[in-house]
Structures are given as structure tokens and as C-alpha cells.
């Protein structure tokens, strides 16, 4: 089992920068890749980065260039370095990870993008 805990979440005005922290517990050694997802009421669930165990990366295309996803493999934390922040990110922020076969996903975090 893995357990996923998010944090930094928040209402931030157009232009703006939120960090998001995901901190995993548990059966940590057979995570391979950890994620932020986001969905929006009604939508379906999109990725919007991933990184593998050896440090690749991964981002939708609405995101590149903006937001930026990292890893504190000492204390199992994974960031979401969001900037330039626009209303269209508004949505709650799921943190997942893949542990083969299995995936685990946290509570979500919510994140408001408006003036």
C-alpha cells in the first residue's frame, strides 16, 4: 500500500504561482512513476506531469513551459511548481502513484485561478 498526502493548494490570481507537495508513505520502493492529475466537474481526469523513478519527465502540452514537476527522493515528497498561472488551471489536483500493478491516488488538493 502507498499513501499520498498533498499539500499547497490555494486561490491565486491570474499570472500568479502555487506550489503543490505530494508526500507518499508506505510501500515506497515499488513506486515507478509519481504524477499530478487534475480534473474539473464534469471532465474527465487529465495528466498534467509525471516523473519515472530515474527522473524523467512527462507534461501535457497546456502546461510545459509554465509548470514544472520535481522530487525530494529523500523524504519522498514530489513538487508541482506552478507559474504564470491562468483561470483554465482551475481545478482539484490529484497526486497519483504507480506501483506496478497498482495505483494510488491522493485526496486532491483544490486550486482557483481567478481575480
Known amino acids: 500500500q502507498v499513501q499520498l498526502v498533498e499539500s499547497g493548494g490555494g486561490l491565486v490570481q491570474p499570472g500568479g504561482s502555487l506550489r503543490l507537495s505530494c508526500e507518499a508513505s508506505?510501500?515506497?520502493?515499488?513506486?515507478?512513476?509519481m504524477g499530478w492529475y487534475r480534473q474539473v466537474s464534469g471532465k474527465q481526469r487529465e495528466l498534467v506531469a509525471q516523473?519515472?523513478?530515474?527522473?524523467?519527465?512527462n507534461y501535457a502540452d497546456s502546461v510545459k513551459s509554465r509548470f514544472t514537476i520535481s522530487r525530494d527522493s529523500t523524504k519522498n515528497i514530489v513538487f508541482l511548481q506552478m507559474n504564470s498561472l491562468k483561470p483554465e488551471d482551475t481545478a482539484v489536483y490529484y497526486c497519483?502513484?504507480?506501483?506496478?500493478?497498482?495505483?494510488?491516488w491522493g485526496q486532491g488538493t483544490q486550486v482557483t485561478v481567478s481575480s
Open positions: 516523473i519515472t523513478k530515474g527522473g524523467s519527465t
Open positions: 497519483k502513484a504507480i506501483a506496478t500493478p497498482r495505483n494510488f
Open positions: 508506505g510501500s515506497i520502493f515499488s513506486i515507478v512513476v
